[in-house]
């Protein structure tokens, strides 16, 4: 009342200097004074707008011809007595701004709000019900006031709005129409209250209609891994209707969805070459059998298996259908050594069921490594590397030898080496004592050469591996032989070079009396020997040798040899194969 009498005060002021200078003019300013003093009568001429709530982000503001969402109580400024409430109704208020539709306060006073915001506006009876009132609930001259709290706000204008939160460096590609897509999101509504989230990916195709109309326009250009908000507005939403408890009629509705997946059914295998060793001369084939580690992932990254976590290799035939497809086809045309990402989809891998930890219709990468392959049909390889010029005599069967090793996987691992030990490697050929592999690689070398020897499993240690060697791993070996003893038949303490002495006995009585002891026998055999007409076994004391051969021959064992008892070897297979 204070500020209309100050008005009315004013007025009056203005008719008596106005009465002074002009007389034509006092009867207007009398009419201005009385519509002063009539309205005064009444507190308010505007509405007075209190924004007792005022939400720290406000995106956007109500304008003329905008829709909104809102609950209220409407309460008489008398008494405070309410009039109406949507809450009581259970059910928003909806309607457009601007327009007429409803009463002049209103229009004017929801300008400008936010979503979330709380105001409380009075209303004068001019910019409400007037001196009328309505329907026998507001009576005239009511000045009315509404506590509102806005919902929502769209316009028939508006689009669906995207906001990216995080996209993946280098993405290739974004989700397009007919694609298979797999995604996580939270829907809320404008006022941040929730009304689902997905526990498990939601999976849908694109374009088929499966999904409403903004959130299916708000996915497209997605890339795996990418997070982003997407606002539908509710004519590209569930519209009038709603949906369920939690989507109201006319909600807004904002998506935070996060890309895990997606493929499109035409999808073949993406193959990216991440390494591939020089030198590489031969590539797998269907029919290898292949030995590879792997990391396998899903496409945003999670890691789904691992041979290197079990500390061993995958170890399969290639083309034989004993794994996925699309990976019995990623298996074929790589070369020892090379590392490949291969992504594979669905189609080609476990399809819309999925198995164990992989979920249906899931695009799998896997980061492999093939560490060796084989053919059940390859023979031992070999190269020389070095070869001495001087070469009389090489390696073969029945030789003892002395070798220097190392023994590695195809990918380099080291297994084993002779250098580990004081003094290399020392073996019969011919004996067994070696894999087969490793014995046709050590055959016709000489002194001083060396080689890279490739031996097949099938040719070393098989399927169950042994010691350090893994299951069917090809094995490197890096020779050198150091020493070469010529050897003697298997069974064998003794052989003649050429044909021995004739008479025999006459050749080992060196002193013409008959009878032959150990020591002009021992003497006789190092003879030969040291004249190249005979061998003894090599890798055994020549001494322990010639006595077993004396005692052999000295058949009464008085010590000493007579002609009588003399026997030569005269059939290939006889079991005594010590005498001469």
């Given at each position: 009342?204070?500020?209309?009498?100050h008005i009315a005060?004013?007025a009056?002021?203005l008719l008596?200097?106005?009465?002074?200078?002009d007389?034509?003019?006092?009867?207007?300013?009398?009419?201005?004074?009385?519509?002063?003093?009539?309205?005064?009568?009444?507190?308010?001429v505007?509405?007075?707008?209190?924004?007792?709530?005022?939400?720290?982000?406000?995106?956007?503001?109500?304008?003329?011809?905008?829709?909104?969402?809102?609950?209220?109580?409407?309460?008489?400024?008398?008494?405070?007595?309410?009039?109406?409430?949507?809450?009581?109704?259970?059910?928003?208020f909806?309607?457009?701004?601007?327009?007429?539709?409803?009463?002049?306060?209103?229009?004017?006073?929801?300008?400008?709000?936010?979503?979330s915001?709380?105001?409380?506006?009075?209303?004068?009876?001019?910019?409400?019900?007037g001196?009328?009132?309505?329907?026998?609930?507001?009576?005239?001259?009511?000045?009315?006031?509404?506590?509102?709290?806005?919902?929502?706000?769209?316009?028939?204008?508006?689009?669906?709005?995207i906001?990216t939160?995080s996209?993946p460096?280098?993405?290739?590609?974004?989700?397009?129409?007919?694609?298979?897509?797999?995604?996580?999101?939270?829907?809320?509504?404008?006022?941040?209250?929730?009304?689902?989230?997905?526990?498990?990916?939601?999976?849908?195709?694109?374009?088929?209609?499966?999904?409403?109309?903004?959130?299916?326009?708000?996915?497209?250009?997605?890339?795996?891994?990418?997070?982003?908000?997407?606002?539908?507005?509710?004519?590209?939403?569930?519209?009038?209707?709603?949906?369920?408890?939690?989507?109201?009629?006319?909600?807004t509705?904002?998506f935070?969805?996060?890309?895990v997946?997606?493929?499109?059914?035409?999808?073949?295998?993406?193959?990216?070459?991440?390494?591939?060793?020089?030198?590489?001369?031969?590539?797998?084939?269907?029919?290898?059998?292949?030995?590879?580690?792997?990391?396998?992932?899903?496409?945003?990254g999670?890691?789904?298996?691992?041979?290197?976590?079990?500390?061993?290799?995958?170890?399969?035939?290639?083309?034989?259908g004993?794994?996925?497809?699309?990976?019995?086809?990623?298996l074929?045309?790589?070369?020892?050594?090379?590392?490949?990402?291969?992504?594979?989809?669905?189609?080609?891998?476990?399809?819309?069921?999925?198995?164990?930890?992989?979920?249906?219709?899931?695009?799998?990468?896997?980061?492999i490594?093939?560490?060796?392959?084989?053919?059940p049909?390859?023979s031992?390889?070999?190269?020389?590397?070095?070869?001495?010029?001087?070469?009389?005599a090489t390696?073969?069967?029945?030789?003892?030898?002395?070798?220097?090793?190392?023994?590695?996987?195809?990918?380099?691992?080291?297994?084993?080496?002779?250098?580990?030990y004081?003094?290399?490697s020392?073996?019969?050929?011919?004996?067994?004592?070696?894999?087969?592999?490793?014995?046709?690689?050590?055959?016709?070398?000489?002194?001083?050469?060396?080689?890279?020897?490739v031996?097949?499993?099938h040719?070393?240690?098989?399927?169950?591996?042994?010691?350090?060697?893994?299951r069917?791993?090809?094995?490197?070996?890096?020779?050198?032989?150091?020493?070469?003893?010529?050897?003697?038949?298997?069974?064998?303490?003794?052989?003649?070079?050429?044909?021995?002495?004739?008479?025999?006995?006459?050749?080992?009585?060196?002193?013409?009396?008959?009878?032959?002891?150990l020591?002009e026998?021992?003497?006789?055999?190092?003879?030969?020997?040291?004249?190249?007409?005979?061998?003894l076994?090599?890798?055994?004391e020549?001494?322990?040798?010639?006595?077993?051969?004396?005692?052999?021959?000295?058949?009464?064992?008085?010590?000493?040899?007579?002609?009588?008892?003399?026997?030569v070897?005269?059939?290939?297979?006889?079991?005594?194969?010590?005498?001469?």
């Open positions: 009342m204070l500020l209309w009498n005060a004013l009056a002021v008596f200097f106005a009465s002074r200078m007389p034509t003019k006092p009867l207007e300013l009398l009419i201005f004074v009385c519509a002063v003093t009539r309205i005064s009568s009444n507190p308010l505007d509405i007075v707008v209190d924004r007792y709530h005022i939400p720290r982000v406000c995106p956007r503001e109500v304008q003329t011809e905008d829709f909104v969402r809102y609950h209220f109580n409407g309460t008489f400024y008398e008494n405070g007595k309410q009039f109406d409430s949507s809450h009581d109704r259970g059910k928003a909806i309607s457009q701004v601007g327009l007429g539709r409803l009463i002049s306060g209103m229009d004017r006073g929801l300008l400008g709000m936010c979503v915001e709380r105001r409380r506006i009075t209303v004068p009876p001019h910019l409400a019900y001196s009328i009132g309505a329907g026998g609930v507001i009576p005239p001259d009511s000045v009315l006031v509404y506590d509102v709290h806005l919902l929502d706000i769209w316009n028939p204008e508006d689009k669906v709005q906001r939160l996209k460096a280098g993405c290739s590609r974004g989700a397009s129409a007919s694609d298979f897509v797999r995604y996580h999101y939270n829907g809320s509504l404008l006022t941040d209250e929730a009304f689902d989230s997905s526990n498990e990916t939601y999976d849908t195709y694109l374009g088929q209609g499966d999904l409403i109309k903004g959130l299916e326009e708000g996915l497209l250009g997605t890339c795996v891994g990418e997070r982003r908000v997407i606002i539908v507005p509710p004519f590209l939403a569930y519209g009038e209707q709603g949906y369920g408890a939690g989507i109201p009629p006319q909600a509705l904002v935070e969805v996060l890309m997946d997606l493929f499109n059914p035409k999808d073949d295998l993406t193959v990216e070459v991440m390494e591939v060793p020089q030198g590489c001369t031969r590539r797998t084939v269907v029919g290898d059998y292949v030995r590879y580690h792997y990391n396998g992932t899903f496409q945003d999670t890691l789904f298996d691992s041979s290197y976590q079990r500390n061993g290799t995958y170890n399969t035939y290639i083309g034989m004993h794994v996925i497809q699309g990976m019995d086809k990623a074929q045309g790589l070369c020892m050594g090379e590392k490949r990402r291969i992504g594979i989809p669905p189609h080609l891998a476990y399809g819309e069921k999925g198995v164990g930890l992989i979920p249906g219709s899931a695009v799998l990468i896997f980061h490594h093939v560490i060796d392959f084989h053919n049909k390859d031992v390889q070999i190269r020389i590397t070095h070869k001495p010029r001087d070469c009389n390696s073969e069967a029945d030789d003892l030898i002395k070798y220097r090793y190392n023994c590695s996987l195809m990918d380099g691992t080291l297994l084993y080496s002779s250098d580990h004081d003094s290399p020392v073996t019969t050929l011919g004996a067994n004592k070696v894999i087969v592999g490793l014995e046709d690689g050590l055959r016709g070398m000489c002194v001083g050469e060396r080689r890279e020897v031996v097949p499993p040719w070393a240690h098989g399927e169950n591996g042994a010691g350090d060697v893994p069917s791993a090809v094995l490197l070996f890096e020779l050198e032989l150091v020493e070469l003893q010529k050897g003697v038949p298997e069974g064998y303490m003794f052989v003649w070079l050429g044909d021995g002495p004739d008479p025999l006995f006459d050749a080992m009585d060196m002193n013409g009396d008959k009878e032959v002891p020591e026998f021992s003497e006789f055999i190092h003879r030969q020997v040291q004249e190249d007409k005979g061998r076994r090599p890798g055994m020549a001494s322990s040798i010639i006595k077993d051969m004396f005692d052999n021959q000295d058949r009464n064992k008085d010590g000493k040899i007579v002609e009588e008892e003399l026997m070897k005269e059939v290939e297979d006889q079991v005594a194969r010590d005498e001469l």
